[in-house]
């Protein structure tokens, strides 16, 4: 077997390593699962890393099981959480499981045929029968309140302020450490991944399974850290909340636009994480980046990279045509293509003005349009002087004096972008 710990060590992803796990993925193929929280029906690019880490496993020969937490969804978990979670009611996280699983299956093949194909399962599927009798004599039995209280999740809940930890929270650890023992049982599951915040509720879950099992049974652990900005901030977010991994809730435009937007610093560790480019061709992009930072070549590559891997090669190359249009040289034809959506959000926070469809029909003199039907300026006189300066564009064409506005310029059938020098843009809302 190829070394997968060497691997995710140099691009940064090893936090914490239970001893013997390297030694075993050598050994041979390992099962390996990954738990996701069902809180929300898509997943956002904080998830992005457990996800990539399912499909390192499988391109490293390993058979990666993503487990969506249909049954731990209920409960909340404590870890990282000041405060106790809102419980979901069933149909929500019925539907929250769908999403991701959904998410889940763009990254993943669980049709595969392969001796090491990735399998989905949701564990509502085995604890919805389980007593909770049963459980409290089974499991319950295993692990001492020292040891759960031990754990930093719990730990700093009950040190801290606030109402503290209720049983339900805390019987989270055992319940993910049932996870672990069932694929254990039913499909040799030998480790467990995740972040660095879940490491007390991974190490439970290694326990039970070696003590619920005959003596030898063998189980490891390993966590990624958790990614966040060179300037200590949260990574993941933008000026509008979570960037997510699904297009109806983050578009692809903006999407692609938060990758291009980070830092040099971040933008040299991200490209080791969030993508799969071997490490000489990273090491080269970096010194070339090093040479001429002001070409922005490795948020460049990371944010094509993170698109294409996300969303599509197809989908990447209409953020870039869009990203192009507010910043390069595009032309009426390209600025057609944009759909609504994606117009409005390249063009967002752009103050706009509307104007009735009937007064543009036969035709309506640019100074009229410029002045008093949008208030772009403040009178004709200037509007005027803009023009004679060769200053407006009407859909990135220079126009002159003698313009008329029509229904030819309409985007999408409703909009009009006026622009003055190179920044300056309006809106008309045609309707």
Known sequence: MKNLVEELQWRGLVHDIMPGTEDQLLKEMTTTYIGFDPTSDSLHIGSLVPILLLVHLKNFGHKPIALVGGATGMIGDPSGKSDERNLLDEATLAHNVEGIKAVLSRFLDFNSKDVNAPVLVNNYDWMKDLSFINFARDVGKRITVNYM?????????????????????????????????????????????????????????????????????????????????????????????????????????????????TTD?????????????????????????????????????????????????????????????????????????????????VFDGVPQAEIAKNEIEAGLDIVTVLNEKTGFFKSNGEARRALTANSISVNKEKITEEYQLSTNDLINNQFVLLQSGKKNYFIVRVK
Not at 164 to 185: A, N, V, W
Not at 321 to 326: C, E, F, G, W
């Open 149 to 261: 209280m031990a754990k930093d999740s719990v730990k700093k809940r009950l040190s801290g302020e606030g109402e503290g930890m209720s049983f339900t929270e805390f019987t989270y650890q055992l319940i993910q450490g049932y996870d672990f023992y069932h694929l254990h049982k039913e499909y040799n599951c030998l480790l467990q991944m995740g972040g660095s915040d879940q490491w007390g509720n991974i190490t439970t879950g290694t326990e039970l399974v070696r003590r619920m099992n005959a003596e030898g049974a063998k189980a490891y652990a390993m966590t990624c850290p958790l990614i966040t900005k060179a300037d200590g901030s949260k990574f993941g977010k933008s000026e509008g909340g979570n960037v997510w991994l699904t297009a109806d809730k983050t578009s692809v435009y903006k999407f692609y636009q938060f990758w291009l937007n």
């Open 265 to 345: 610093v971040d933008a040299e560790k991200y490209i080791k994480i969030f993508t799969f480019l071997d490490k000489a061709t990273i090491d080269a992009l970096i010194v070339e980046h090093q040479v001429a930072p002001h070409l922005r070549v490795l948020q460049r590559k990371l944010a094509e990279e993170v698109t294409t891997l996300v969303h599509s090669k197809e989908e990447l190359e209409k953020a870039i045509k869009a990203s192009n249009i507010l910043f390069g040289n595009a032309s009426a034809a390209d600025l057609k293509q944009l759909d609504e959506a994606t117009f409005l959000e």
